[in-house]
């Protein structure tokens, strides 16, 4: 980068905020999708958001494309950077300047990481529901470009749905609001909703004002095991059928209990075909209730139960349910994992579909996911250096998301377009919404500076 428009940069941001040296540039080379052999000019992590919009308009007159990033940890590929861009990390924008209790939301910068937001909530008796799986890093803001949902998606959804208002800039650095404090909000457009999975394509984010809610009274959770998956699958079906929302309802096959025992020792059942982790809250008189009910329909499903007795117990079922993606990823060199959604009476037929292209393509899937939101995460490990696996498993991902469309289904049921499956947008949506869609991001972003590219756009 040349000397003047680093000194520009630091003067906007300050000196220690700014990186330019190859080996600090290269820990932005990649996010939990992939690793770029792209490099970018600098990356700039300002401590306030009123820097935003003056690193915006720099990077306009220096014709840096911009790539915001929150931890990284997104499975998209969306983080990547490209030759000669800037990369705007928001992990210094920290800050949580509200919880308010009389009226439940909180007010938080784009760069504070979603456990401490639960945290502060529950500090004050309140409840912030999104639980991504990697909720200990991730930042509210990737939460929200990637729309991120988590294990309590089934009863509570995903973040769009705890999103009432956000501050941004856009592509020329002005600023805009979106939504606010009240809970009914219709001037102008829906932002909060357009922004909600913009996966850094229309504008840089820098505060949200988030619903929280009043914690459950009550909650027990079980494990179920079955002999064969199916059932497993067919017991989500018929717990939705019976009008019962559980606020977790969670699947893992037997080849990723294997991996997750292997890795944890948490003492899961290594031979049973499948297990489901199912949690039900609430008032506790229905918590009894339904619990009693999810009971016997797994036990008609030939399900072998084991109630959580205390605290302990619950939360080695759910860190068994954490843990089955870094497990799997020991085990070989490439992960590939795919969030293929269908409707939820789909899953029985999504499932053995995915056990079908594992044997048609001879290729190892270890299956997990949030099977009560329909949400299944078939992740095919293998070695890309292995030229001839790899047709194989490109195949497979052609035909998983193929047979998730012909149920009704979506691509991406949580973890966004990126550069990982732009190609398939159109497949799922049509051309004239893919047209749309970009002149969507030509109409804010004329000169085509914020991620572009990503998501095909
Ligand atoms: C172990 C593991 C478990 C996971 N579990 C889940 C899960 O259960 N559910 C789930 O949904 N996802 C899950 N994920 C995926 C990932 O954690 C989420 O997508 C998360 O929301 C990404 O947050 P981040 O801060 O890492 O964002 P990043 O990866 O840094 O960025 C993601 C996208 O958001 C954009 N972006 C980030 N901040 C801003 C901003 N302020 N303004 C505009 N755009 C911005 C980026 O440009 C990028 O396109 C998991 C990932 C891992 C590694």
């Known amino acids: 980068m040349k000397k003047s428009m680093y000194k520009k940069f630091q003067k906007i941001a300050g000196k220690k905020n700014c990186f330019v040296n190859p080996e600090e540039l290269s820990g ?32 306009n007159e220096e014709n840096l494309a911009i790539v915001t990033r929150g931890a990284g940890t997104n499975l998209s590929g969306g983080t990547l950077p490209f030759d000669g861009s800037c990369v705007l990390l928001t992990t210094k924008l920290n800050k949580i300047k509200e919880i308010n209790k009389a009226d439940h939301y909180a007010v ?36 929200v470009a990637e729309n991120a949902g988590g294990l309590r998606g089934l009863k509570y959804g995903v973040t769009k749905d705890y999103l009432m208002g956000l501050t941004l800039f856009d592509a020329e650095a002005n600023k805009v609001i979106g939504g ?40 027990k959770s079980m494990l179920v095991t079955y002999n064969d998956i199916l059932k497993a699958c067919d017991t989500v079906s018929q717990i939705i059928a019976a009008n019962i929302l559980p606020a977790t ?42 619990f009693d009910k999810v009971k016997s329909i797994c036990k008609k499903n030939n399900g072998h139960l084991k109630i959580a007795e205390d605290e302990d117990s619950k939360n080695k079922i759910w860190e068994a349910r954490r843990k089955a993606l870094s497990s799997l990823a020991r085990l070989k060199p490439t992960l590939i994992l795919e969030d293929a959604t269908v409707p939820r009476s789909k899953i029985s037929s999504m499932m053995s579909s995915i056990m079908d292209i594992s044997r048609k393509y001879e290729i190892t899937i270890g299956t997990f996911g949030h099977a009560g939101d329909g949400n299944l995460h078939p ?79």
């Open 28 to 59: 932005y080379c990649f996010d939990a999708f992939a690793k770029s052999n792209a490099f970018p000019e600098i990356v700039v992590a300002p401590e306030s958001p009123e820097c935003i919009p003056e690193i915006i308009t720099l990077c």
């Open 108 to 143: 938080v910068e784009a760069g504070v990481v979603t456990a401490d937001i639960a945290n502060a909530a529950a500090s004050a008796g309140l409840f912030y529901p999104p639980d991504p799986g990697s909720m200990n890093i991730s930042t509210i803001g990737g939460n």
């Open 180 to 219: 606010g404090r009240t809970v009914k909000q219709v001037t102008g457009f829906n932002l909060p909703g357009l922004f909600a999975g913009s996966e850094g394509l229309l504008g840089i984010m820098a505060e949200f004002i988030l619903k929280l809610i009043p914690p459950p009274e009550s909650s």
């Open 249 to 290: 309802m969670e699947l893992m096959d037997n080849f990723t209990i294997r991996t997750v025992e292997e890795a944890t020792e948490i003492g899961l059942p290594v031979d049973a075909d499948a297990l489901l982790l199912l949690e039900i809250d609430g008032h506790h008189g229905q918590v009894e209730d339904e």
């Open 379 to 457: 992740t095919i490990l293998t070695d890309k250096r292995d030229k001839d696996e790899m047709l194989r498993v490109e195949k497979a991902v052609d035909d998983i998301f193929s047979v998730a469309l012909s149920l009704g289904g979506t691509l991406s049921g949580e973890h966004g377009i990126g550069t990982a499956k732009s190609k398939y947008l159109e497949m799922e949506y049509g051309s004239g919404t893919v047209k749309f869609m970009k002149n969507l991001k030509r109409g804010v972003d004329i000169k085509n500076v914020l991620n572009p590219g990503k998501m095909g756009l």
